[in-house]
Nanobody
Framework: QVQLVESGGGSVQPGGSLRLSCAVS?????MGWFRQAPGKEREGVAAISFGGGTGYDDSVKGRFTISRDNAKNQLYLQMNSLKPEDSAVYYC?????????????????WGQGTQVTVSS
């Protein structure tokens, strides 16, 4: 069974940075970060394959960086130049599929989420 535990959320001013971490237990292949704001559907933010290939939603390209340390069983999301519209609950997700995707329906395992609030 795969278990995922996020950490690192919090409140930050616009333009600030946060780093999210996700501790992973169990075997995973593709992984991703997703977010859900109140009244909106969950959306893909960034994804990474087991080999390190990455993909990003257009809204975060150039500002967010996803990475993973397979030896430490950790997934990360470095978020820079944060904007108020980035505020949401952020989830890490994992699956044993090979093809990287930002589609939430492709992921079987989810963390509990961590709140990110960007406000002045």
């Amino acid at each position: 069974q795969v278990q995922l535990v996020e950490s690192g959320g919090g409140s930050v001013q616009p333009g600030g940075s946060l780093r999210l971490s996700c501790a992973v237990s169990g075997y995973t292949a593709r992984m991703g970060w997703f977010r859900q704001a109140p009244g909106k559907e969950r959306e893909g933010v960034a994804a990474i394959s087991f080999g390190g290939g990455t993909g990003y939603d257009d809204s975060v390209k150039g500002r967010f960086t996803i990475s993973r340390d397979n030896a430490k069983n950790q997934l990360y999301l470095q978020m820079n130049s944060l904007k108020p519209e980035d505020s949401a609950v952020y989830y890490c997700a994992a699956d044993r599929g090979v093809i990287m995707t930002l589609d939430p329906s492709a992921y079987n395992y989810w963390g509990q989420g961590t709140q990110v609030t960007v406000s002045s």
